[in-house]
Nanobody, 121 residues
Framework: QVQLVESGGGSVQAGGSLRLSCAIS????????MAWFRQPPGKKRDSVATILSDGRTFYADSVSGRFTISKDNAKNTLYLEMIDLKPEDTAMYYC???????????????WGQGTQVTVSS
């Protein structure tokens, strides 16, 4: 079972930036999908950014060009660099892991506890 621990959330003004980190442990298979999800208050949890084991990345349209997902395999850490933050980016952010299959990512079955990001106008 993969263990995930997020950090780096906080409160910033619109236009500001933050970097989220997710410490990863407990996985044995290098073929793993990692992703950041977010859940605004009263709304459902949605995917924000995904990185595959080969380094390919995918982003939600709402964050493309502003958020960058990356992974440091030596440090076993997943990152989400966020710039030009907007009030609508306010949410609880979660990192997640899923086995990478031939068809893509399986269901995300490992989740961190979340870190809050609040952007004020």
């Amino acid at each position: 079972q993969v263990q995930l621990v997020e950090s780096g959330g906080g409160s910033v003004q619109a236009g500001g930036s933050l970097r989220l980190s997710c410490a990863i442990s407990g996985y044995r298979d290098s073929r793993i999908c990692m992703a950041w999800f977010r859940q605004p208050p009263g709304k459902k949890r949605d995917s924000v950014a995904t990185i595959l084991s080969d380094g390919r990345t995918f982003y939600a349209d709402s964050v493309s060009g502003r958020f960058t997902i990356s992974k440091d395999n030596a440090k076993n850490t997943l990152y989400l660099e966020m710039i030009d933050l907007k009030p609508e980016d306010t949410a609880m952010y979660y990192c997640a892991a899923a086995p990478q299959m031939y068809f893509g990512c399986a269901s995300y079955n490992s989740w961190g506890q979340g870190t809050q990001v609040t952007v004020s106008s």
